[in-house]
């Protein structure tokens, strides 16, 4: 069975390290634990492909931006015939605490523009997704809170997160979705 794991950020230097580009950072952890190198470019994507426990898994990041992701999704689940339930997304949430995940098997987008987007683009709402914490934005704009870049130790939280997002993706790759929501999905002290 192939799956397909897509992290959401916005292309090009300027966002690399901004809280909207956790997606992004986090494929990048799971793309090391698996060994595989995102170097191909096509259907508005870029993108490695790899084995994961004896299936094909796909890692793939939209080059769209963040509200237009949807259609980087689309085009890779149509080309390998795949349903939405193969799709794991990985994204920032403010409307979670600073380096806490949330893993859901299905759902709304929320208020997230990507999610909604590829929600859209797929037909439906029966998309595993791994939320990762970006905390809230307090006075500031939102627009420019998620795409500010987070000091040092709010880095340090984000780094973490992104190492137990690529292991909860891991679980979920592995078919044990509630094995990653009981381990993941608890309350992070101090976050």
Same mark, same amino acid.
């Given at each position: 069975m192939m799956h397909v794991v897509a992290g959401l950020g916005n292309p090009g230097l300027a966002y690399r390290k901004s809280r909207h580009n956790a997606g992004f950072l986090a494929l #990048?952890?799971?793309?090391?634990?698996?060994?595989? /190198?995102?170097?191909?470019? @096509?259907?508005? *994507?870029?993108?490695?492909?790899g084995i994961f426990r004896g299936g094909r898994v796909l890692l793939v990041k939209p080059q769209t931006y963040m509200n237009l992701s949807g259609d980087c999704v689309q085009q890779i689940l149509h080309f390998y015939k795949l349903p939405p339930e193969q799709l794991i997304v990985l994204y920032d #949430?403010?409307?979670?605490?600073?380096?806490?995940? /949330?893993?859901?098997?299905? @759902?709304?987008? *929320?208020?997230?523009?990507g999610m909604r987007s590829v929600i859209a683009c797929v037909g439906s709402e029966n998309v595993p997704r791994v939320r990762i914490g970006v905390g809230g934005h307090g006075d500031a704009a939102l627009r420019d809170y998620v795409l500010g870049k987070p000091g040092q130790e709010e880095f340090r939280l984000l780094t973490d997160a992104f190492a137990r997002a690529a292991e909860a993706a891991e679980l979920i790759l592995a078919g044990d979705i509630a094995k990653a929501q009981m381990q993941f999905n608890k309350k992070h002290e101090g976050r």
């Open positions: #990048d952890a799971l793309a090391e634990r698996l060994h595989i /190198r995102l170097t191909k470019r @096509g259907m508005r *994507g870029l993108y490695g492909e #949430d403010i409307d979670l605490p600073v380096g806490s995940l /949330r893993i859901r098997a299905n @759902g709304s987008a *929320g208020t997230h523009n």
